[in-house]
């Protein structure tokens, strides 16, 4: 009999089974792994010491020995450097020249090859104006979250939704901001990989198979183009097909049920089941790995790869849950931004955050990788390069050195990179400027405190905690 998860309006804790992951895996995550590699992620155990050391260091996801004279070892990758007075990973924003801050949230490749900022904010009206109160919010989470809170919860993934698409115009009709929808949604693809098609049909499967209110999408998940023929799922896996760099409509977990005999009840039934469904298969296990790799001694280069596998292996997740009607892209790809601001790392840039909906996990995470380089590339180059950027370009040098190493043969990873230069006229400059002028207002009370070396009233984590404990102790 198929598990029935319990509405979440009640006060219910819901238990998840946590696997342990060897430490090899890594080193399993070349292009000819199997299709089940990209899976499920698994939960880290908790380790009670340091883990590697400076000089020898697991800076990719193969072994590599990087001999540096510098020693990264953190007791926890979020604490606030005393130094700039604010959290490592805000620092970085400030490294941005300010017409580059629109490219944190745009889609870069439309701006460099097809529109102006212009014309970018007029296909959905106001939505810069929403990510700038979003990053804000970001901000403000990151300095001044209590230690003992939990970096993400399924409230604050919809109140990312909500601030992103509240006020913008053009969104999909049945979208209410920050809620979970209540029926079914399609979106087009057309950089997905075969791999991922599969990765992300199997997982959906799975699903299907143990929760009875999510049967509406069996054997009709891809919609192909130009034919607009709908293939089922239990045949598209056994025959195999290859459907890449054909146009796609993936359709991700919806209602079972339609016609007549279907009610009002059983879409609020639905919504609320697949509100508890994002706890358990993302909010939760999430958590519980960051609470883990949060409360490790462990350096620097290895928290990267922690870091970026983790995020890689749930990013596939949110997509075919697909929890809002709308602007689900844009809300993972700004949850992702704040997980790693709040380690202390830059907000990763891709160049078309759409281009990793239906890749598999090996993929995604080397394109995270490519995100936080283009993240360095989009920064000021007269600045000091700061140690966590030496350790992100040496994470992604051995692959761009050797790129079939990286990517398949047939694969063009140039396409994910950011241009080594970005000669924009002064016009594009100008728009890009006033249209982030909010947030750059914000960042200006940032570089205040940077001059002054004023910490925030509160700092993130366990940074906070050794704040409380030197006030006593003074």
Known sequence: MPDFIQPCHSNIIIKTTVLNEPETADSRDSNTSCLHESGLPLTQPTAAGNIGDSNSTNVSHRRVSMSTDNSYSLITSTEAQDFTGIPEGLSFLLRFPQEHLFLLFADPDAILSRCSPQEYEAREPGCTAAWCRCMGQILEWIQHDPGDAPLISRQRYMQINALLTNGVQKMLNSHIPGTIRKGPVVYSSKDHTHKGIIQALLYKQRLEEEYEFCRGTRNASIL???????????????????????????????????????????????????????????????????????????????????????????????????????????????????????????????????????????????????????????????????????????????????????????????????????????????????????????????????????????????????????????
């Not at 130009?226 to 359709?251: A, Q, T």
């Not at 590339?377 to 790129?403: C, F, H, N």
């Not at 694969?411 to 909010?438: I, S, W």
């Open 224 to 474: 192909v183009s130009p034919k607009s023929s709908i293939m089922p799922d239990s045949r598209f896996i056994s025959n195999y097909n290859n459907l890449e760099g054909i146009n796609i409509v993936f359709r991700p977990l919806r209602p079972d049920g339609s016609g007549p005999e279907k009610t009002a009840s059983d879409d609020i039934s639905f919504k609320c089941q697949l509100l508890a469904l994002l706890e358990k298969e993302v909010i939760t296990p999430l958590n519980k790995q960051l609470k883990a790799l949060q409360d490790r001694k462990i350096t620097k280069p290895r928290l990267l790869v922690k870091l970026i596998r983790i995020i890689a292996g749930y990013w596939p997740r949110l997509e075919q849950i697909h929890p809002p009607a709308d602007g689900s892209c844009r809300t993972n790809y700004m949850l992702m931004q704040y997980i790693f601001m709040k380690f202390g790392f830059p907000p990763p840039v891709l160049r078309d955050p759409n281009a990793i909906d239906l890749v598999h996990t090996s993929l995604c995470k080397r394109i995270i990788g490519i995100g936080l380089k283009n993240s360095l590339a989009l920064m000021d180059k007269m600045q000091q390069p700061s140690p966590t950027g030496v350790i992100i370009e040496q994470y992604t040098k051995r692959y761009l050195k050797k790129p079939a190493c990286f990517f398949p043969r047939t694969r063009d990873y140039q396409k994910y990179l950011m241009p080594d230069a970005l000669n924009f006229d002064d016009g594009y400059v100008a728009q890009m400027k006033q249209l982030t002028q909010e947030f750059i207002a914000q960042l200006d009370s940032l570089r205040t405190i940077t001059q002054t070396g004023t910490r925030p009233l509160k700092t993130p984590l366990h940074g906070r905690k050794k704040s409380i404990i030197n006030t006593q102790n003074n």
